[in-house]
């Protein structure tokens, strides 16, 4: 039985959530596997910084999070990189060698801080490198990743512009749960046409940005089902139950969820996701063929995932959230241009694959054998 060994770590669950589906897809052609979060089982002290950071950061000072997106955005980040991540190589370096994986994959660009000089040492295996947004940061650059797994081409064109070989470079979509790729139930056929659907997502940080979002959609005259999943936040639970148990709001009906696992049930059910627009958020809309309206970002990649999103035609960015309800009131009004997005999506997801991603690694993995 030939070896997978996954890594990823857990700042934001985008990373972990394509590890999982990774891992599914290696399950399936009977793989044995092993996921391994690079930081938190090698360096406490590495793992609370850049996790605990991410978190902190993106949530509480987004604007701060942006300018160091952009400042790091250099050549020079993996070469600093490699001098902290000197431990954690050494912790890693030793799992390989006890697990004698015939195939890595990472879901997190820091892990050429560590994979990288161990090949440039000796390490034959070969390692994938799954980017996880629409434009590849510089700390995704690295001339010993032997495949890499974008969303889409302009993604890929993104790291040919930073010289990366374009052989390299598959656009077959960021792994994302098989679920998103069928129909869960026949939900369509439980829907009110009365009401206009909308699924409200912060992603599992749980911006509390939602709430200004939700204030405006309460003031749409149309008749709205609004679901609002507020991830991990639970204090922004609590508060929009709050405001919604206290108010009374015409033609609306609302659902306020914590974090859940049924994402793919709520977006069979929606006509339009209101989101910011994270890697796997996107890719699971792109899949599920529903348009998407971004009233905010986090600086920094969610940035770079909105120029790619606006200028194909994928999703419509609103600059200013008072301006919420006019796109919104477009898109009902004229369900033409609902339709013109979702065949634009529907083009785009069909060069989508959970399965070529296995195919990959076995073509590396011969290429070995054969040397």
């Not at 890693?92 to 820091?110: E, F």
């Not at 960021?174 to 206009?196: M, S, W």
Request: proline share 3%; hydrophobic share 35%.
């Amino acid at each position: 039985m030939k070896k997978i060994l996954i890594l990823t770590t857990s700042t934001g669950q985008g990373h972990n959530q394509a590890a999982d589906s990774i891992s599914e897809s290696f399950q399936n052609a009977e793989y044995e596997i092993t996921k391994l979060d690079f930081l938190a089982k090698n360096s406490k002290f590495l793992n609370d910084i850049i996790v605990i950071g991410y978190e902190v950061l993106a949530s509480k000072f987004p604007n701060f999070y942006g300018w160091f997106y952009n400042f790091t955005d250099s050549k020079m980040t993996n070469r600093l990189l490699r001098i902290l991540f000197f431990v954690t190589r050494r912790k890693v370096s030793k799992s390989i060698d006890k697990i004698k994986p015939d195939i890595i994959i990472a879901t997190h660009s820091l892990s050429i801080s560590v994979i990288s000089d161990l090949k440039k040492n000796g390490l034959k295996t070969p390692y994938i490198l799954i980017v996880t947004d629409f434009k590849a940061h510089y700390l995704y650059v690295d001339d010993y990743v032997d495949a890499y797994i974008t969303g889409s081409n302009y993604t890929k064109q993104s790291l040919i512009d930073r010289n990366v070989d374009p052989n390299k470079i598959y656009p077959i979509g960021i792994p994302i749960n098989n679920r998103f790729y069928t129909d869960v139930t026949n939900v369509r056929d439980l829907k009110d046409d009365e009401y206009f659907n909308l699924l409200l997502m912060s992603g599992s940080l749980g911006l509390n940005t939602i709430s200004l979002v939700l204030e405006e959609l309460l003031k749409n005259p149309n008749k709205l089902r609004i679901t609002v999943v507020c991830g991990k936040n639970n204090y922004l639970k609590e508060k929009l139950t709050k405001y919604c148990n206290k108010n009374q709001f015409k033609n609306k009906k609302l659902h306020i969820l914590g974090f859940t696992k049924d994402i793919c049930y709520l977006m069979d059910y929606c006509d339009v996701i209101i989101s910011k627009p994270g890697g796997l958020t996107v890719t699971e809309s792109i899949v599920k063929n529903i348009p998407l309206i971004i009233p905010f970002a986090i600086p920094g990649q969610e940035n770079e995932n909105i120029d790619f999103l606006t200028k194909e035609g994928y999703a419509l960015c609103i600059r200013d959230l008072s301006k919420i309800n006019d796109t919104l009131n477009n898109l009902i009004q004229n369900p033409a241009e609902l339709s013109k997005i979702k065949v634009k999506l529907k083009s785009l997801s069909s060069t989508y694959s959970l399965t070529k991603i296995v195919d990959i690694a076995e073509d590396l993995i011969n290429k070995v054998k054969k040397k």
